[in-house]
């Protein structure tokens, strides 16, 4: 019995210490995954921190680049800038030297005519559109707009790309034009406004639908056809004009695209001139392909019906000087600088007119006393051969009578 109670006891004993064998490999295991899990944790933390390190190191380098890049860029667009400004400068020094010059010109232009001498194409308009970018600058609506300089350089380009190569409309046309557009509103005092958000990026369909459409409304307006209705709108509206009125401000705005596309004879002479040339070729280009076609042709275009003098008096009397006198009832600054050479123009051209008439005569004077001295000529040449024979007969008569 006893050796059964030890045996028993024994086998009690065994089983109690399996338990705990059991029970202590089972919380040995279960701090060993928990330690484990612990130094994974640990480790996925210090690499979750490595590459947060390594992404702000990037994020931090890419930005540094991004800043040099402005930087430089902001360098580049000043630079630029102060050698627009020294061109513009020395470009307005040379063209006061010119217009000081050219009033000594004036007076001894018909020996130009004379001597069969031409007026050297100078248009002083730059190739490229820096000068286009200092005004967007000077204006400030590069700032106002919060326009990206390098967006706005870009698009000048572009605009001088896709220009075609006409003698007369072409890129250095749209330059003059917003030259002169750049001079009015600095001369005027006139001001760039908006309601709109300054960045086009932000537009809402509507606001760049009106846009377009305004800008649309303004290349119409340079069609010569509505040239009377824009005037007499805007001589209705002139005398008791309102800035707050919109179909006002349009109006005005209709106005000065128009001076500013037909404006080359506000210029100086020297300049105004190779473009009446250049306009002309254009017109007598266009008018010799309607004929080759068959087609109708304007008489303005009519090479074998137009004159530079003619076609200027009428277009300077009828068109450009009453337009101005309009526009210098609201700003009576432009007088001075604008109006005043486009009456010194139409005089010249009514001086070389008078030239040309006179010419013109005294040709047909020489042509006349050609035409009767060839005639007399023709006259005593018959009366020679006539008497000539008469006596060759009336010796042959003697001849056969004796």
Request: charged share 25%; with cysteine; glycine share 2%.
């Amino acid at each position: 019995m006893l050796t059964a109670a030890h045996s028993s006891l024994a086998g009690k004993r065994d089983h109690v210490l399996l338990c705990l064998c059991r029970n202590t490999n089972v919380s040995l295991l279960d701090s060993t995954g928990e330690l484990f899990q612990n130094v994974l944790t640990q480790v996925a933390e210090q690499f979750s921190r490595a590459f947060k390190i390594n992404e702000l190191k990037t994020e931090v380098t890419n930005r540094l680049a991004m800043l040099e890049k402005r930087v430089e860029l902001e360098g580049m667009r000043v630079v630029e800038i102060e050698k627009c400004r020294s061109d513009i400068k020395k470009l307005r020094e040379e063209m006061a030297s010119r217009n000081n010059r050219s009033q000594n010109n004036r007076k001894h232009f018909s020996l130009f005519l004379e001597d069969n001498k031409k007026l050297t194409p100078r248009r002083d308009v730059p190739s490229t559109p820096s000068c286009l970018e200092h005004m967007y600058h000077d204006l400030g609506l590069v700032k106002d707009f919060n326009i990206n300089p390098i967006t706005l350089k870009r698009w000048l380009l572009c605009i001088h790309d896709n220009y075609r190569n006409n003698p007369f409309h072409n890129f250095r046309h749209c330059f003059c034009v917003t030259q002169m557009m750049y001079s009015m509103i600095c001369l005027c005092s006139l001001q760039v406004t908006t309601r709109l958000p300054t960045y086009f990026s932000q537009l809402r369909p509507r606001g760049l639908q009106q846009i377009r459409q305004g800008t649309i409304t303004l290349i119409l307006a340079t069609d010569m056809a509505r040239h009377g209705e824009i005037l007499d709108s805007f001589k209705q509206k002139v005398d008791c004009f309102d800035y707050t009125d919109e179909e006002h401000v349009t109006c005005l705005k209709m106005v000065l695209i128009k001076c500013c596309d037909i404006s080359n004879e506000v210029r100086p002479m020297e300049v105004a001139e190779p473009w009446v040339d250049c306009l002309l070729e254009e017109y007598f280009m266009q008018s010799d392909r309607e004929k080759a076609e068959g087609l109708p042709v304007a008489p303005f275009m009519d090479r074998e019906k137009v004159t530079k003098p003619t076609a200027q008096i009428g277009f300077i009397k009828f068109v450009l000087i009453p337009m101005f006198e309009t526009v210098m009832k609201l700003f009576p600054q432009i007088e001075e600088v604008m109006v005043q050479p486009l009456r010194e123009s139409r005089d010249r051209y009514e001086e070389l007119k008078q030239i040309d008439d006179a010419m013109n005569e005294k040709k047909s004077e020489n042509l006349t006393n050609g035409r009767e001295e060839e005639v007399a000529e023709s006259f005593k040449q018959v009366s020679y051969s006539t008497g000539f024979q008469f006596l060759l007969s009336l010796n042959f008569s003697c001849i056969h009578i004796n």
